[in-house]
């Protein structure tokens, strides 16, 4: 990118100092946009969070349609649905096929196609680190309500999170360390 066109200088042509930006709200998914985007380059004081976002977002609304997840009622399928619903609502596109898995204090939801078209576009061109670095990114920015989310799933508190993704074939993963706490609970806070 030219310096001239970088967002620095463009605020500067209209009067408003770089300095003075302290929140930089992603309202959607845009890469040829984000790509753009510095890293703290001209807006070093700058948070860069989505909008706030409750984990009833992911929670409160059944995500399953036209998507494979593991039976009805259980906890293993109600993070799969948060997940996908995670995918869905700020991605714009979810999976096919989601499985939730529980180990003590870990879970692991794995998720299968999804790639929204202009990702599907970057991978075929061989920008597969674009699309992972724009994902890592969006995983940053929307930790908060995806941590809740699975907190109020699993009545546990998780201490530890983090999102990965493969190509041909595409996987998604998101994987949640919870503290120790065993008693795994439904998602109406029953025991399981």
Same mark, same amino acid.
């Given at each position: 990118?030219?310096? /001239?066109?970088?967002?620095?200088?463009?605020?500067?042509?209209?009067?408003?100092? @770089? *300095? %003075?930006? $302290?929140? #930089?709200?992603?309202? !959607?998914?845009?890469?040829?946009?984000?790509?753009?985007? @510095? %890293?703290?380059?001209?807006?070093?004081?700058?948070?860069? *969070?989505?909008?706030?976002?409750? @984990?009833? &977002?992911?929670? &409160?609304? %059944?995500?399953? /349609?036209?998507?494979?997840?593991?039976? *009805?009622?259980?906890?293993?399928?109600?993070? =799969?649905?948060?997940?996908?619903?995670?995918?869905? +609502?700020?991605?714009?596109?979810?999976?096919?096929?989601?499985?939730?898995?529980?180990?003590? =204090?870990? #879970?692991?939801? &794995?998720?299968?196609?999804?790639?929204?078209?202009?990702?599907?576009?970057?991978?075929?061109?061989?920008?597969?680190? /674009? #699309? $992972?670095?724009?994902?890592?990114?969006?995983?940053? #920015?929307?930790? +908060?309500?995806?941590?809740?989310?699975?907190?109020?799933?699993?009545?546990?508190?998780?201490?530890?999170? !983090? =999102?990965?993704?493969?190509?041909? @074939?595409?996987? =998604?993963?998101?994987?949640?360390?919870?503290? *120790?706490?065993?008693?795994? +609970?439904?998602? %109406?806070?029953?025991?399981?």
């Amino acid at each position: 990118m030219q310096p /001239a066109k970088e967002i620095g200088p463009q605020l500067e042509q209209l009067g408003i100092l @770089p *300095s %003075d930006v $302290r929140r #930089v709200v992603m309202t !959607h998914l845009h890469t040829g946009y984000l790509m753009g985007m @510095p %890293d703290d380059a001209h807006l070093p004081e700058s948070d860069r *969070s989505a909008p706030e976002q409750p @984990p009833e &977002a992911l929670t &409160a609304h %059944d995500w399953r /349609a036209g998507v494979d997840l593991e039976g *009805s009622g259980d906890l293993r399928a109600a993070i =799969s649905n948060a997940m996908v619903g995670l995918k869905k +609502r700020f991605y714009g596109k979810g999976p096919e096929r989601a499985r939730t898995y529980l180990n003590d =204090s870990y #879970v692991f939801c &794995a998720m299968e196609g999804g790639l929204t078209r202009n990702e599907q576009t970057l991978v075929e061109a061989g920008e597969e680190d /674009a #699309v $992972r670095n724009y994902r890592l990114l969006f995983q940053k #920015v929307m930790d +908060r309500p995806t941590i809740e989310a699975v907190e109020q799933l699993t009545g546990r508190h998780v201490i530890g999170y !983090h =999102s990965q993704l493969t190509f041909n @074939p595409m996987r =998604s993963f998101e994987i949640f360390v919870l503290d *120790s706490n065993l008693e795994w +609970r439904q998602p %109406d806070n029953r025991r399981a």
